[in-house]
Structures are given as structure tokens and as C-alpha cells.
């Protein structure tokens, strides 16, 4: 239960630094450190897979990338355009919105307890998983593979260069 409250705490305070860091390479360790805590909770719900596939693909690659464009695009204080204080204030109001929903949406939950009588400790297994994915949710996977295909083919002809075209 402390380990739980920690780690939820943890993962609330690097949420919010990952907003207000005003370093953008700031921000992204920040937003891996929130990865992490997701994980370890993860793990405290018997989910090993998960909270491993989050931080190799999450915590690793995607972080790489993100770190990769922002050092890519040079983002700093000086290029950053000033927003006007009506932009300000339609943010605030939308944030406001957005919370006042979640809460209203949230607000007669009651979740269940733990009942040891009906517990099944092997619920995030790897192989439990892979019986679900492949039973009962094999054609959104395949159509996930397809899709991730497209993709990679798109981005190659994208980047792919035309005898004769020059790069800026």
C-alpha cells in the first residue's frame, strides 16, 4: 500500500514537471521518469510483461526519438513565439473543462476489492497475454501489423530521393 502511494506520488510530481520544465531535454526525463513509476506499478499489479515492454518501447525508443527531434530542432527560449494571453486563458478554460469532466465521469466509481478467494496470480503473465491476443483479438493485431507496414513503406518512399534532387 506505502509502496503504491510512493510510487503514485512519484509519478504525479514527474508528470507535472514534465509540463512545467522549461528545458525541453528537462521535460523528456522527466516524462521517462513517469514511464518508469507506470512501470513499476505495473509490476505491483502482476503485470511483468507490460511493465517491461513499456520500458523498452516507451522509456527507450520513443525517449530516443523525442530527444533526437528536440536536439534536432534546436528548441529554445529565444525561438519560442510569445502566445497571447487569450491563448492563455482558452487553455485554461479548456484544462478546466477537461478536469471538470474527468471528475464528473469519475464520480460514482467504486472499485472492487482484493478478494484472495478469487485472485488469479498469473493474470499478466506472458503467456496469458499472448492466448488473448491471438484468441480473441487476432484481427485487430493483424490489422495493427498491416498498418505498421504501410507506414514503414510510406516512410520510405517519403525519404527516398529522386535521381538528381538535391538536399537543402
Request: glycine residues 6%; aromatic residues 12%.
Amino acid at each position: 500500500m506505502y509502496l503504491f502511494l510512493f510510487l503514485s506520488f512519484v509519478a504525479l510530481l514527474s508528470a507535472l514537471g514534465v509540463l512545467l520544465a522549461k528545458n525541453p531535454v528537462h521535460s523528456v526525463l522527466f516524462l521517462i521518469l513517469t514511464f518508469f513509476t507506470l512501470s513499476a506499478h505495473y509490476l505491483l499489479l502482476n503485470a511483468q510483461f507490460l511493465a517491461v515492454v513499456n520500458i523498452i518501447v516507451y522509456a527507450g525508443a520513443i525517449m530516443v526519438l523525442f530527444l533526437f527531434v528536440i536536439m534536432f530542432l534546436n528548441l529554445n527560449e529565444d525561438t519560442e513565439p510569445h502566445k497571447p494571453a487569450l491563448a492563455k486563458i482558452a487553455a485554461t478554460i479548456a484544462g478546466g473543462s477537461l478536469l471538470l469532466i474527468m471528475v464528473a465521469a469519475l464520480r460514482n466509481v467504486h472499485p472492487a476489492g482484493y478478494d484472495a478467494a478469487t485472485f488469479d496470480s498469473q493474470i499478466g503473465m506472458v503467456d496469458r497475454l499472448g492466448m488473448v491476443l491471438f484468441k480473441q483479438y487476432s484481427l485487430p493485431f493483424e490489422l495493427a501489423s498491416i498498418l505498421l507496414l504501410a507506414a514503414m513503406v510510406g516512410s520510405v518512399m517519403l525519404g527516398k530521393r529522386e535521381t538528381g534532387e538535391r538536399n537543402f
